[in-house]
């Protein structure tokens, strides 16, 4: 019930397209729910992150989507460009627990000149 | 703001030593940090968690005798594996919070290779 799935495992874009990262969760009390993005060698860094109570949230080109309902979310990266390839992660918490977070598997992201 | 550093970035060394790696929280009190390690091309498994002033938080299979964590301060936590074997090698990551409030703010990381 802690897993987080993530799709696709890889995803190949031209420059300028707009790639979609999906991840669905089973626990319903998880309440906060952030998307990393990790270089080779380095640690991630939150992009952007969304709570349940809004469907949409959108910082500069990374948009998440929310259904609490289907529980899923997804990132999409608008004008997607060289720089951004690299590997994204979703990943759930719950606040209670501590904040311990829950990673999806990851999605290697390469996009195209 | 809100900078994790980790030091060192690589270490290399050989089978039976003990290696020590540092995660300081630069512009933050971390009252939480979260140690992970992360085998190439996976995600990120959680090892530990540690508050400060308390014991670690293992996670199941994570060998506490092993992996020694010390959250001494609120702006430094240690990881050292006691007695590495090849095995250990991996890329370990910390990252660091204010209690109750997100996010996590992760370390860039030490790339462990044990010979």
């Known amino acids: 019930q802690q897993q987080v799935k993530q799709s696709p495992q890889s995803l190949i874009v031209q420059k300028g397209g707009i790639p979609i990262i999906n991840c669905a969760y089973e626990?319903?009390?998880?309440?906060?729910f952030p998307w990393y993005q990790q270089f080779p060698g380095k640690g991630p860094a939150l992009l952007i992150a969304?709570?349940?109570?809004?469907s949409e949230k959108k910082e500069g080109r990374f948009t998440i989507s929310f259904n609490k309902s289907a529980k899923q979310f997804s990132l999409h990266i608008m004008d997607s460009q060289p720089g951004d390839s690299a590997t994204y992660f979703c990943?759930?918490?719950?606040?209670?627990?501590?904040?311990?977070?829950?990673f999806g598997e990851g999605t290697q992201l390469t996009v195209n000149p | 703001g809100a900078v994790v550093s980790q030091h060192p970035s690589r270490v290399i060394c050989k089978s039976g030593t003990s290696v020590k790696i540092e995660c300081r929280s630069l512009?933050?009190?971390?009252?939480?940090m979260f140690w992970y390690r992360q085998f190439p091309k996976q995600s990120l498994m959680l090892m530990a968690t540690?508050?400060?002033?308390?014991?670690?938080?293992?996670e199941q299979g994570v060998e506490k005798d092993k992996f020694l964590i010390n959250h001494a301060s609120l702006t430094l936590s240690t990881l050292t594996v006691t007695s590495a074997h090849p095995e250990d090698s991996s890329f370990y990551i910390c990252?660091?919070?204010?209690?109750?409030?997100?996010?996590?703010?992760f370390g860039d990381g030490t790339r462990l290779s044990i010979l």
């Open positions: 990252s660091a919070r204010v209690a109750g409030l997100q996010p996590q703010h």
């Open positions: 626990n319903t009390a998880f309440d906060y």
């Open positions: 969304i709570r349940p109570d809004v």
């Open positions: 990943a759930a918490s719950k606040e209670t627990s501590g904040s311990r977070l829950t």
């Open positions: 512009d933050f009190q971390a009252t939480t």
């Open positions: 540690s508050n400060e002033g308390s014991k670690a938080t293992y």
